[in-house]
């Protein structure tokens, strides 16, 4: 089993920063062995991928965040980051930290098997 725990939301003003963090609890497999990713859901919206990463740290990036957000991983220290940079109003969502092990065949999409609970990051102007 994994445990996601995500932190680090909160207010920002629109062209600000922001550092998310998800923290991994993981039984079997050591962290490097999941492919892990950030999802996004805006009220009255469908919960949509933001950044990617795979096992070996390779990231991909929705349109909408690309050239502004980077995700990175630490996997010693079992955590996933997302870096916010030159933020808008469009981000305001709740963040959700997910992850699957590599070779499930759920690391393309929203199909992975582990969720975290979300945290709130609200852009204003």
């Known amino acids: 089993q994994v445990q996601l725990v995500e932190s680090g939301g909160g207010s920002v003003l629109a062209g600000g920063s922001m550092t998310l963090s998800c923290a991994a609890s993981t039984s079997r497999y050591p962290t490097s062995a999941y492919c892990m990713a950030w999802f996004r859901q805006a009220p009255g919206k469908e919960r949509e991928g933001v950044a990617f990463?795979?096992?070996?740290?390779?990231?991909t990036y929705a349109d909408s965040v690309k050239g502004r957000f980077t995700i990175s991983r630490d996997n010693a220290k079992n955590i996933l980051y997302l870096q916010m940079n030159n933020t808008n109003a469009e981000d305001t969502a709740m963040y959700f930290c997910?992850?699957?092990?590599?070779?499930?065949?759920?690391?393309?999409?929203?199909?992975?098997?582990?969720w975290g609970q979300g945290t709130q990051v609200t852009v204003s102007s």
């Open positions: 997910a992850a699957d092990l590599y070779w499930s065949g759920r690391c393309k999409g929203s199909l992975y098997s582990y």
């Open positions: 990463s795979d096992s070996k740290g390779r990231a």
